[in-house]
Each structure stands twice: as C-alpha cells, then as structure tokens.
C-alpha cells in the first residue's frame, strides 16, 4: 500500500485550517498508520494593509487597523458553522500598527520545528486556540515565546531559532515551495499516493478528502499494473 501525504499550506491565523483539524483527525483515523500530514507556512498576512478596505485605509492607521480587526473577527465567526469548532472574537486585535503581518506565527511554528520536532504540531494547535480561541495577540514576539513555553518547549533555543535567521530562512523555503506550486488561495492541500497527486483549495469536508485519495489510489493501481509491477 502507498504511503498517503497530505501536506496543507497554510499560515496560524487561518480559522479554516482552525476548523478543519476534526476533518484531519477523522482522516487520521480511517488511514491509520497509512497517512502522514505536513504543514507549509505560505504567509497569508503580508502586510495588513493588503486586505484593508479603502475606507479603512484612509483612517488613522491604528483607527483603520482597528476597524479591519473587527471586520476580520466578523469573517471568523462566519467560518465557524464550517467545522463546528467554538471561536471566541470578543476583543480580538491581532494586528496593530507595529505589528501588521502574520509571519512572525509562520516563522514561529519553523522556530518549533527548529527546536522541538516531536512537538511542532502540538505548538501550531496551540497558537491557533491562542489567536482564535484565546483572544492572545500573537503577532507579539513575546506571545509566541511564551507558548513555546506552554507546549514545553525549550524557550531559550526557541528565541534562538526565532530570532537568529534559521526560522526565517525555513519560513522564506516554505513560501518558495507555495508559490513554486502556482497556489494562490489558502488553504490549499497537496495529497500524494504514490506517484499520483492531487492540488485541492479550500475546506473539502472528510468525505471529499477520502474521494481524492481513492481516486489516486486507483489511478496508482492502474499505473502499476500497467507497467507490471
């Protein structure tokens, strides 16, 4: 049996990746000891400025920075019915004047990956309950050195990793990585079998993601048994 590789690009602050960990939980479940998960960091939030309105925009900076937040709030409690997680918006501000992008979470998660491999994924599902669930600004470097702390991570090499260039340079592969696969939307998924792929956008539900492997399994099948293997 081929080894099933599901790799999603996403970044932190993404509600939907938020809300499709149940999904990935069933999947690991129905595949189990058959499937393995990956995640890429593709930087969703450059610069905040990108997704502000022009409205927004033209107010005071941290008016106008206020004013998306509460519209991006509004956004993740509509993403919240899609999974069936709880998300608490109350106060959220992410973002502020000097703290404008979502890559200091995807080179933080690198920085977990850096220090502590074995617990990467634990330090990702708890700075996404943090940012979504906790209302924490995790746009703050200290935020996120605390949480390596709360994971039992070592926070010293985590500091070290955060802030010496190694996850800044992991970070800056995993965005060459996305965009060498031509994605544009996240969250999006690679699911490999063999050597059959597939490229999926969005949030698919459990029974779209078993379709797509069985179909690559077939299709692995066929190539198979077509060159006699």
Not at 127 to 134: F, K, Q
Not at 195 to 204: D, F, T
Request: proline residues 3%; contains cysteine; glycine residues 8%.
């Amino acid at each position: 049996m081929n080894r099933i590789i599901l790799t999603t690009f996403t970044d932190p602050m993404m509600g939907l990746s938020y809300e499709c960990e149940p999904v990935y939980e069933q999947l690991s479940s129905r595949y189990a000891g058959e499937i393995t998960f990956r995640t890429i960091m593709s930087g969703l939030v450059r610069d905040v400025s990108d997704f502000m309105l022009p409205e927004e925009r033209a107010l005071p900076t941290e008016e106008g920075i206020r004013a998306y937040n509460r519209r991006l709030a509004e956004i993740y409690k509509s993403e919240e019915a899609l999974g069936g997680l709880p998300m608490n918006m109350e106060g959220f501000h992410l973002f502020d004047a000097k703290h404008r992008s979502s890559y200091p979470l995807c080179m933080a998660y690198k920085a977990a990956q850096l220090t502590d491999p074995e617990k990467a994924e634990a330090y990702l599902f708890r700075l996404r309950r943090a940012t979504i669930l906790e209302g924490r600004q995790t746009t703050l470097d200290e935020e996120l050195i605390q949480l390596a702390e709360e994971t039992g991570m070592n926070a010293r090499l985590f500091r070290q990793h955060y802030t010496d260039g190694s996850a800044r340079a992991a970070f800056l592969k995993d965005l060459a990585y996305t965009r060498s696969l031509g994605i544009r939307g996240l969250p999006a998924c690679l699911i490999q079998c063999g050597e059959q792929s597939a490229l999926v956008s969005g949030m698919i539900g459990f029974n779209g993601f078993v379709t797509v492997i069985e179909q690559l399994q077939l299709r692995n099948q066929a190539c198979n048994e077509g060159d006699g293997r």
